[in-house]
């Protein structure tokens, strides 16, 4: 036996809403678009309850996402992530993603373009640890290379360099060149990156800043254990360092336009 809609009223907190009281009680919440199709004294299937009881719960998970994707793009895993703790059940994960891919919302190889992008700007990493921090956000590996496709390590590696550099200035060059490479390693470079950039950067300095080093530490040919030893940890895999920023997810969300800089995690 069916029940009968007894009032149809718009919520007050949220206008595009509407309240559904079945035989004088409320019953749930629908989109006023969803609302639209029924009317007050229409009589509804245990069924048809039922069909509308999940669309709301669709709506409510759409309307959680949108939210959280106004503070900058997530990929479908996090999506998906961020909906389970609240306790949505799968199959409107499911079907919340489905929408939100179909309205562009949701598009993980522009999660991806978007995620090297903004650490190229901000925080630069080498190819490695961007790698594993995509697949962290749950982004396939096809859709990772194809992200990181062209992407110029020893550019990122030296912007990040020369920011440093400012911090260094006054060291000799051999413990000048052992804190930068130690640094760049835990950023995920390469230790063949590190060497040139190093390299490069210092040939840079010493040019245009004939005092940017004290005298003594005259470099050795290659960077010293400390940073050697950190890059061949990205090369195993990742450092703590890194590790520990994917941790705080607001280490990526875009940075408030007031201040380009995001903060130092170093």
Not at 44 to 57: H, K, N, P, T, Y
Not at 202 to 208: C, F, K, Q
Request: hydrophobic share 40%; charged share 30%; proline share 3%.
């Amino acid at each position: 036996m069916g029940r009968i809609i007894t009032a149809l009223e718009p919520q007050q907190r949220q206008r595009d809403r509407v309240s559904v009281f079945l035989d004088g009680e409320f019953a749930f919440g629908l989109p006023d678009s969803e609302a639209a199709h029924l009317r007050v004294g229409q009589e509804l299937s245990e069924d048809m309850i039922a069909a509308l009881r999940g669309v709301d719960e669709v709506g409510r998970a759409v309307d959680r996402a949108v939210r959280l994707l106004a503070r900058r793009p997530y990929s479908a895993a996090e999506i998906r992530r961020s909906l389970s703790s609240k306790e949505v059940a799968p199959d409107v994960i499911d079907e919340a993603l489905a929408r939100l891919t179909a309205l562009g919302y949701v598009d993980d190889a522009a999660f991806a373009q978007y995620w090297v992008e903004n650490r190229e700007q901000f925080r630069p990493r080498g190819a490695r640890a961007l790698r594993y921090e995509l697949r962290q956000k749950g982004i396939a590996d096809a859709i990772i290379s194809r992200a990181l496709d062209g992407y110029d390590s020893a550019e990122s590696a030296y912007a990040a360099a020369h920011d440093q550099a400012r911090r260094l200035r006054g060291l000799d060059q051999r413990t000048f060149r052992n804190r930068l490479g130690a640094f760049l390693a835990r950023r995920g470079f390469d230790y063949e990156t590190i060497r040139e950039v190093a390299e490069r950067l210092m040939r840079d300095l010493d040019e245009s800043d004939g005092g940017f080093f004290a005298p003594g530490g005259a470099p050795d040919d290659v960077i010293d254990d400390l940073a050697n030893d950190a890059a061949n940890d990205i090369a195993n895999g990742i450092t703590s360092d890194i590790a520990n920023d994917i941790a705080n997810s607001t280490a990526y969300e875009q940075p408030d336009e007031t201040d380009l800089n995001e903060p130092d995690i170093e």
